[in-house]
């Protein structure tokens, strides 16, 4: 297994979680595409670690999840409400502010 | 050898579950593939030498955040709302072609790098033991902050679930 | 000799204006008049003295200065408030000082009833101060001061009864017109001063300069001389920039016989005068001087002969007359022009005066066609009229007679012959239009219309003595001034006393000699041209009726229209100068290149910013996509800046 | 095997963090047990932050590193912990009425802003790249929800929820780009990367490297708003409650300048010849279209919103010159923004209404009638943020255009001048709509302590700033210097 | 500290003092606002007159000088002193203060508190763009000073205030960011030169660039500076400004603001690069004498009497700017002495227009007529303005004009030869308005009824008057006041005579031994 297949893989990973929030207009897809897109670094990071026989890259996706753990949280709890209060679900819906 | 015909194969379903999480019409399915493509990550974690990672990456993310997002998705059944999951308008094709771009800019990068050096696992290395104490020693700060990451997302939560006096 | 009193002669009308200029309206008629002729008669008697104390000194040695203190000082620049009388001063102060003085006295009586009497008292003294600042200074700056001070005067006096448009408009005419040659003047003494300081000597001082002026190369001063001439046609009204002073008629009478006709207007051929050192050095411009003079003397004339308004035909008969003193200066004899400046300013102010008091007899009336036999009516008017008339058309034994004479003399002696015919030729007209003038006003019948007929009046004694006097100094002022010729003819040698006494002033200038013989028969010549001009003015106007004359105005109307007319000088400025002027101003400057490009570019630059702003915040489209896209880009681009450096 | 951690070594040179963090704890309580009047716990928090300051003051002037190279508590540090502490100070101030008025019962408005100041401190203080992360994601996500705190307004919902997928979006590349670097170095410590990168002959000009410096410096320049990266900011401080708009103007902006700056001051110094070119189309860019588009708006919050993208051009402007004295440069233009963009926050806070319309310009017209001393300080700050002297405002531009000039940057400057006369223009528009116009309601209510303590503490530093910058400006670059080695 | 050494100091924050006191007396009482100001402006003057009193006219260096360490980081120095100029136009300000003040007594309705303090500030201002000697001083002082008369136009002004204001303001600026770029650039120059970084302006001048930096430098001064002066093509914001404002407002515009734009090229465009300004000399004579004639003949046809004086404005500064590129003593002395003319006698133009309008509230020239029988006192003011501003003889106006004009023929007769047809167009526009209004039968019957002057009106314009007069009858005084301050500026400027000695050299050698003295 070679180290540039696995900085491609997390490359390509990453590319998918972006188009993803890039284009999908249902806001629980689009975190699930930001979720990917952090999970790809953790990928990355991983390999990393492993290749340079350092500890940070562990640690370093360790604290990923948790930020991405919180970040959803808030995320979803602003989804619901924005759901409850506006029943809006498309993120282009949301054109109030502009220009 | 066999780890690396494991590795391939784990990329592979990693890359599909990925292309289907991003474009699958139904949030749920989305949810799924996402949980799928969790397991897999795990699954290449340990081939990387790290499964105190790949349990923790299984715990938090399937056993938290999926089970969160198929809760929210359920509770609103906002599956139906999402009409049509994909908008074709101008913005979105030059998204998909910058995107394509930066794909090539990717690989040509890849390409770009030299003098790689071998992997190889030391025993232990990513070892729950070993990231456990070196948590408690050099990465303490860290780990103290993540603390209040949550926290701070506590209330992040709560300030939009309360009864605001919008609402 | 350097004497302290000489300030007082400025003092005393300064006072004048000030006391009546500020108190004025508070005070009686009778005060009023009282400090202004109090102040020119204080000024006067100052003069007086000073003029004998002159005398008293040797030649060589008649100088009076007085440095009041130093006025303007840049530099190397230093420009002295300083006084100096020497003997061509003393003969301007005289007459300006006498004559001034009458016309005061006159004033008194000619404008009692007018209501802002104090303001034309006030007006009157400052006149008299600037026009005595202008005689008096000893350099051309301060000189200046007085040359522009008068101009002001006059505008004023021209613009005394403002709410007529017609006295608004002369007045700001002569204003602007004199402005014009007061530029060319600046511009002369500019020049002066440069080529002066280029050689290390920067003045502007009469004598200091007279010193120096040989440093200065010949071609400079022809121009120099021909720019402070250009100054003297816009005061001194010669062509082309006569425009004004038929204008300035609109002033009260006295006001045209002090200024347009005794003093202010002859400030040009002072200033020339007194130039004298730079243009004996510059005979181009002498030349240039002697031929304007001569065509003004002519074309004047010329148009003299055909007004109707008996002050128009006087400003143009004046007109003419400044020619006459420019044509003496022009050929070089200076005491010639000042000799006939002085009996002009007798023998002018007097016929404005009579003038005057006929208008004033007549309530007002100005048109000789409404005049006629007044003759037994205003007989003290009449007699002093024809006094001055007889010496303007030079008849032998008067003023004019010997001052017109020596001029002519001068310019045929000089060997400007085509100049003296010029002026030959003017006196002929000369005599005759005077004539046209007193036969159309007090002699043959009547034509005044009958209810102003009730109630024609002899001037009270305040006027007429003045009158009396000017008209004793027209006979015999000539005789301070009697041609060496005649002089020889009783062995009275030095007869021409006049010359003699401002020969240490102009000793740069050279006189020219000429044999007895063709002295004599041009005297003779220009006596029976006097003659021949009354006896054709008598024959039209009163034995014939003037049918003659409307017989050639029938015969030719174009010439007479064209006389009438001014030569049309007046549209043609109007429309060649004025008119395009203004149009440029308003619609090419102003409206478009103001408005559109000046103005235009600033707000052009704000409407643009304004512009991109309202294309630019289209990004802003509140879509999440287009701001990830945004973001793409962003993104894409950086990474490539980098990766691909 | 854990014992032996030497205590007042771990507890020094985060003393000013545990205060803060004491504080979220006990205004945690205060919150959990007072049910309305939540202005208290605003003062305690109040209580915590002035503590906070005084204790980084007694730190002062010495380098310490702690938890094995994790931060160092140094001047930079202190100084800009110090500024985001005053400027969450001011805030609190200000929305002390505010909160109770808008959002009764919700006292963790403060908790919120207290935890997202410590994130900052951390961040400020980090020294490896982890803590960075976390540092901002604190800072981040306690921001979020602070925008979206008035829920009653969809426009606050909408412009949080814009504002937090978009730095999600925003942190997922900055982390990629910090994986990339890790992935070439192996090791996240600044120091460490700084002097691996040093030590190469060739400045190491890798191809992954290089992507992932960009990707860092693209995460941070989403933080502090450059264009293109900027999209979110007028949406988000349009919606977001006043006084938290003018927190995230002041201290987001700065925590994450003093990231940047440590950044290509320290960590990528080898590279400074790319990043700073990128810096210098960022901020041309950034000036340019920030005044442009703040040039018709008529909504003040979102103007200012803008103008803040423009700001952030003009402090970009002493990076992009990359030494001492363009870094300091840059630290004392945040600091004197800091002062006066809260100011005006608190003044535009006093004027909002409850359903959080009232900052339309024609709001604003013939204030001066009404309130001559506020409409003053209001134009004073708005002169300050246009850079006219003497006030901060002018000293801040001086001193970033003379560090330009001074390395070559000439252009630069005279477009940052240029695009500020731009800016002169809606800058006036306030002041004369408060002067020039007639007024068209009547604002009846009387300002409170609290916020007319804000703007005092504002308006001093505004005017010592402008009048007196000197010690300020010595300060900046002792504390760039105690960055530097 | 002493009365004596921090004169200076005084007088600039004096009026500042008087701001803070007057901010708390209470805005309805509107007399007490006031006399308040009024009489802190007299002090303000009187005090100021100390300066004359102790003013050394024969040494060539700044007088009065006073440094403190002000930005020691960047060697920033609150240092001030006065040198000739300065001392004139700071008398100027001093002056035309207080009476501005006086005049707008009654003609301000509403937010007088405001307007009287203002003015004060504006009044520190403008002392201190006069006083200061350090670049960054300088630059402070000249904007500060902008924010005031942004005020006073945009609140108390015409109808189109906004639009005037704003314009007045960007324009402004626009110019002085562009020279600030150029202080700061000069800064590091000089620094990277000698190794000492200054703004202190005297230093400064001893530097040495070549020529395409200078060029620049210059450049950016210069724009600046004819923005404010305004020179020729740069003057669109002046008309403006000056119809909207209201009198007090054009008043001290006039008077004061546009001689900061002259004060600059005296002290610091010019003799800062003297390499670059005698290159592109000629060129802003040029514009000058553009200026001058344009002026004069836009001025001619304007229907609004406000707006003719400011253009007439721009054909007086343009003979001042003239002046002060002649380059010898002459010119630059009569430039600068007509820079108080101007501020004298257009002033006092604005101030006798803002009494008219204030009794018929227009200021259409086609609107009057005949005045001159109902206001006979307002008349002759007028007349007597009205000559001073068209240079005759005797008054203030001709003095300045006499001394640039033979000073630009010195320079170049050319020069003398356009710009002296301003002399003519000036009494061309002057004495048509003048006629225009006053002369004539009253057409009009708003204007019957017409009330002269009142005291407090003839006591705004008596003491104006006795200036205009004053100069006029004995200006050496003044010109002594200047002489150094314009020979020093003549020898930073003069490349030393190694060209073709003209007119010019021979006066500037033939009075260097009166400048040892």
Request: hydrophobic residues 60%; proline residues 20%.
């Given at each position: 297994m070679s180290y540039q297949f696995l900085i491609i893989l997390s490359f390509v990973l990453f590319s998918i979680g972006m188009i993803g929030v890039a284009m999908r207009r249902n806001i629980i897809v689009v975190l699930i595409s930001l979720e990917l897109m952090l999970n790809a670094v953790n990928v990355l990071f991983i390999s990393a670690s492993k290749y340079m026989h350092t500890l940070d890259g562990q640690i370093f996706v360790i604290m990923v999840i948790t930020i991405a753990a919180a970040e959803t949280a808030i995320a979803l709890a602003l989804v619901v409400r924005i759901f409850k209060s506006l029943g809006i679900v498309k993120i282009d819906d949301l054109k109030k502010l502009k220009w | 050898m066999i780890d690396n015909i494991l590795l391939y194969t784990v990329s592979v379903f990693l890359i599909i579950t990925y292309a289907y999480a991003v474009f699958a019409n139904n949030p749920v399915y989305s949810a799924m593939a996402m949980g799928i493509s969790f397991f897999f990550t795990a699954l290449l974690f340990v081939i990387l030498g790290a499964p105190f990672i790949a349990a923790v990456q299984i715990i938090i993310y399937v056993g938290a955040m999926l089970v969160m997002f198929l809760f929210i998705i359920m509770m609103f059944d906002l599956n139906k709302s999402?009409?049509?999951?994909?908008r074709y308008k101008p913005s979105t094709i030059i998204s998909y072609l910058l995107i394509m771009l930066i794909l090539l800019i990717g690989f040509y990068m890849a390409r770009g790098v030299l003098r790689m050096p071998e992997g190889f696992t030391i025993r232990g290395f990513g070892s729950a033991e070993n990231i456990g104490f070196n948590l408690m020693r050099n990465y303490l700060l860290p780990f103290e902050l993540a603390s209040f990451v949550l926290l701070a997302g506590v209330f992040g939560a709560i300030t939009f679930i309360r009864k605001g006096k919008g609402s | 000799m350097e004497l302290n009193i000489v300030r007082y002669i400025l003092l005393f009308p300064l006072l004048g204006f000030l006391i009546n200029g500020i108190a004025g309206k508070k005070m009686s008629h009778k005060a009023v008049g009282l400090v202004a002729n109090t102040a020119v008669f204080l000024s006067f008697a100052t003069v007086v003295y000073l003029f004998l104390t002159l005398i008293s000194q040797p030649e060589n040695a008649r100088l009076i200065t007085d440095t009041v203190y130093t006025w303007i000082s840049s530099g190397s620049l230093t420009i002295d408030f300083k006084l100096m009388i020497d003997p061509l001063t003393s003969v301007m102060l005289l007459i300006v000082t006498g004559v001034g003085f009458l016309i005061h006295i006159y004033s008194v009586g000619y404008m009692h009833e007018d209501k802002s009497y104090a303001r034309y008292f006030a007006y009157l003294n400052l006149f008299m101060f600037s026009m005595l600042l202008l005689v008096l200074s000893s350099n051309i700056i301060l000189m200046f001061v007085g040359w522009e001070g008068v101009g002001l005067c006059s505008y004023l006096l021209i613009g005394f009864w403002y709410e007529k448009d017609s006295a608004a408009n002369a007045g700001k005419k002569a204003f602007i017109t004199n402005r014009v040659g007061d530029y060319a003047f600046l511009l002369g003494v500019f020049l002066l001063a440069s080529s002066l300081a280029s050689k290390g000597v920067l003045t502007l001082d009469f004598a200091m300069m007279a010193q120096q002026i040989s440093l200065v190369p010949a071609h400079v001063l022809t121009i120099v001389g021909i720019l402070l001439f250009i100054g003297a046609t816009g005061k001194s009204a010669q062509l082309p920039l006569y425009v004004w002073l038929p204008d300035a008629m609109e002033g009260p009478t006295p006001v045209s016989a002090l200024i347009h006709a005794a003093t202010m207007v002859t400030a040009g051929v002072y200033m020339i005068a007194r130039m004298n050192f730079l243009y004996v050095l510059a005979p181009t411009a002498l030349e240039v001087v002697a031929i304007v003079g001569g065509l003004t003397a002519l074309y004047a004339a010329t148009i003299g002969l055909v007004q109707n308004d008996i002050k128009k035909v006087l400003a143009y008969s004046t007109i003419s007359q400044l020619g006459y003193m420019f044509i003496g200066v022009g050929v070089g004899a200076f005491s010639a022009g000042i000799f006939h400046l002085m009996t002009h300013a007798f023998f002018k102010a007097l016929l404005f005066l009579g003038a005057g008091s006929v208008i004033h007899a007549l309530s007002g009336e100005q048109d000789i066609r409404k005049m006629g036999g007044l003759k037994n009516k205003i007989p003290v008017t009449h007699a002093v009229f024809l006094a001055a008339a007889l010496a303007i058309s030079g008849i032998p034994g008067l003023a004019g007679f010997f001052s017109k004479d020596s001029i002519l003399a001068a310019a045929y002696a000089s060997g400007h012959t085509g100049i003296w015919l010029l002026g030959f030729i003017t006196a002929l007209l000369t005599a005759f239009y005077i004539f046209r003038l007193v036969y159309m006003t007090f002699y043959g019948e009547s034509r005044v219309d009958k209810h102003t007929a009730g109630h024609i009046h002899e001037s009270p004694k305040i006027m007429t003595v003045p009158l009396i006097i000017l008209a004793v100094l027209s006979v015999l002022g000539g005789y301070i001034g009697v041609p060496q010729l005649l002089g020889n003819l009783i062995g009275w040698h030095g007869s021409d006393i006049f010359t003699n006494y401002l020969a240490p002033v102009f000793s740069s200038a050279t006189g020219h000699e000429m044999p007895v013989s063709t002295e004599s028969i041009l005297m003779i010549a220009s006596i029976a041209m006097a003659f021949a001009g009354v006896f054709a003015a008598w024959y039209i106007y009163l034995k014939a009726k003037m049918k003659p004359a409307v017989s050639t105005v029938q015969t030719l109307p174009g010439l007479y229209n064209l006389l009438l007319n001014k030569y049309y000088v007046d549209e043609i400025y109007n429309t060649v100068i004025i008119k395009p002027l203004m149009w440029i101003s308003e619609f090419f400057l102003w409206r478009f290149f103001d408005v559109w490009i000046v103005d235009g570019a600033v707000n052009g630059s704000a409407y643009v910013t304004k512009w991109a702003s309202t294309r630019l915040r289209k990004i802003q489209t509140g879509d999440f996509q287009a701001y990830v896209l945004i973001f793409l880009i962003g993104v894409f681009s950086i990474v490539a800046y980098f990766v691909l450096r | 095997m854990y014992g032996n951690l030497n205590y007042s070594s771990v507890i020094f040179p985060i003393l000013p963090q545990l205060i803060i963090v004491a504080a979220i704890f006990m205004s945690a309580m205060f919150d959990a047990f007072i049910t309305s009047k939540k202005w208290l716990v605003g003062i305690i928090t109040l209580l915590g932050l002035g503590l906070g300051i005084v204790s980084s003051l007694f730190l002062w002037g010495g380098k310490i590193a702690a938890f094995s190279n994790m931060i160092s508590t140094d001047d930079f540090s202190l100084l800009l912990s110090i500024t985001v502490m005053i400027a969450g100070f001011i805030t609190v101030l200000v929305s002390l009425k505010y909160v109770d008025d808008v959002e009764p019962e919700a006292g963790h408005f403060y908790l919120l802003i207290l935890s997202s100041i410590l994130g900052m401190m951390f961040l400020v203080s980090a020294t490896n790249l982890i803590v960075l992360v976390l540092a901002l994601e604190l800072m981040s996500l306690s921001i979020y929800p602070l925008a979206g705190f008035t829920q009653s307004r969809q426009i606050s919902l909408e412009g949080s929820m814009k504002y937090l997928i978009l730095g999600a979006f925003a942190t997922a590349f900055l982390l990629y780009g910090i994986a990339l670097v890790y992935s070439v170095l192996g090791t996240t410590n600044m120091y460490t990367i700084a002097k691996t990168l040093s030590d190469r002959p060739d400045p190491m000009m890798n191809i992954i490297m290089m992507a992932g410096v960009a990707l860092i410096l693209i995460g941070f320049s989403f933080k502090v708003a450059l264009v293109p990266f900027h999209a979110w900011t007028p949406d988000a401080y349009q919606g977001a409650p006043a006084p938290v708009t003018g927190f995230m103007a002041a201290a987001v902006k700065a925590a994450s300048f003093a990231a940047i700056i440590k950044l290509v001051l320290i960590v990528f110094n080898s590279y400074h010849v790319p990043v700073s070119e990128a810096l210098w189309w960022l901020s041309t860019i950034t000036m340019f279209t920030g005044n442009i588009i703040a040039v018709l708006q008529k909504d003040v919050k979102r103007m200012l919103a803008y103008s803040s993208i423009a700001h952030a051009g003009y402090i970009v402007v002493g990076l992009v010159s990359g030494d001492a004295y363009g870094m300091s440069s840059a630290l004392f233009y945040l600091i004197s923004y800091t002062f006066t963009i809260t100011g005006s926050f608190a003044i535009i806070t006093y004027l909002e209404k409850k359903d959080g319309t009232g900052n339309e310009l024609s709001d604003y017209s013939g204030l001066s009638k009404n309130h001559p001393v506020l409409s003053l300080v209001m134009s004073v700050f708005m002169l300050s943020l246009a850079g006219i002297p003497p006030t901060a405002g002018f000293m801040a531009k001086f001193y970033v255009f003379s560090s330009a000039i001074k390395n070559g940057y000439t252009g630069l400057a005279i477009f940052g001048i240029l695009t500020s006369v731009i800016s002169l223009y809606y800058y006036l528009r306030i002041v004369y709509a408060m002067y020039f116009e007639e007024p068209e309601r009547q604002t009846s209510t009387s300002v409170t302590v609290g916020i007319s303590v804000g703007i005092i503490i504002a308006l001093w530093g505004v005017i010592q700033l402008g009048i007196m910058p000197s010690g300020i400006m010595s300060l900046t670059m002792q504390s760039i210097q105690s960055l530097m080695h | 500290m002493g009365f004596k050494e921090n004169i200076l100091s005084i007088i600039i924050f004096l009026p500042l003092a008087g701001v803070l006191a007057g901010a708390f007396i209470n805005k309805d009482n509107k007399s007490a606002i006031k006399w308040f100001t009024l009489i802190l402006t007299v002090l303000e003057f009187i005090v100021s007159l100390f300066l004359v009193l102790w003013f050394d006219s024969s040494i060539t260096s700044m007088q009065f000088v006073e440094k403190y360490s002000w930005i020691p980081v960047y060697n920033i120095n609150y240092h001030i002193g006065i040198d000739g100029l300065s001392l004139l136009l700071i008398l100027l300000t001093t002056f035309l203060t207080p009476l501005v003040l006086l005049g707008s007594w009654t003609y301000i309705k509403q937010r007088e508190k405001e307007y009287f303090l203002w003015f004060m500030v504006l009044e520190a201002g403008m002392i201190g763009v006069f006083a200061s000697l350090d670049l960054i001083l300088f630059y402070v002082f000249w904007e500060a000073m902008l924010i005031p008369m942004y005020l006073i136009i945009g609140i108390w002004g015409g109808p189109r205030r906004i639009y005037a204001a704003v314009k007045f303001f960007i324009y402004t600026m626009f110019g002085s960011l562009l020279m600030l770029v150029a202080i700061i650039y000069l800064y590091f120059a000089y620094g990277a030169q000698t190794g000492t970084y200054t703004f202190d302006l005297l230093k400064l001048y001893g530097i040495s660039l070549p020529l395409h930096v200078q060029a620049w430098l210059f450049a950016a001064f210069a724009l600046s500076f004819a923005i404010k002066v305004p020179l020729f093509p740069f003057h669109t914001w002046l008309p403006d400004a000056h119809v909207e404002a209201p009198t007090g407002g054009s008043v001290i515009l006039a008077g004061v603001l546009l001689k900061m734009g002259t004060y600059g090229y005296m002290r610091l465009a010019m003799p800062l690069f003297p390499v670059a300004a005698n290159a592109l000399l000629p060129y802003i004579a040029l514009l000058a004498i553009i200026g001058i004639i344009y002026g004069a003949l836009v001025a001619m046809m304007q229907p609004d009497i406000k707006k003719l004086v400011a253009y007439s404005s721009v054909s007086h500064l343009g003979f001042v700017i003239l002046g002060l590129m002649t380059l010898n003593i002459q010119g630059v002395d009569g430039g600068v002495l007509q820079m108080i003319n101007h501020g004298l006698s257009t002033g006092a133009l604005f101030l006798l227009v803002g009494m008219l309008y204030e009794r018929r509230h227009t200021r259409e020239i086609s609107q009057f007529g005949g005045i001159a029988k109902v206001m006979p006192v307002f008349a002759t003011i007028f007349m007597i303005v009205t000559l001073s501003s068209i240079g005759l003889p005797g008054l203030n106006g001709f003095i300045g004009e006499f001394l640039i004009l033979i000073g630009s023929f010195f320079a170049n007769p050319l020069y003398a030869v356009f710009a002296g047809t301003g002399v003519i167009l000036g009494a061309v526009y002057m004495l048509r308005t003048y006629q225009k209004v006053f002369f004539g039968k009253i057409t009009n019957e708003a204007n019957s009824g017409l009330k002269d002057l009142n005291i407090r009106e003839i006591i705004v314009m008596a003491p104006i008057l006795i200036m205009i007069v004053w100069i006029g009858v004995y200006p050496k005084p003044f010109l002594k006041i200047i002489h150094n301050a314009s020979s020093s500026y003549i020898q930073y400027v003069k490349p030393q005579p190694s060209q073709p000695a003209s007119a010019g050299n021979i006066l500037q050698q033939s009075q260097m031994p009166e400048r040892e003295k």
């Open positions: - | 999402a009409v049509s999951p994909v | - | - | -």
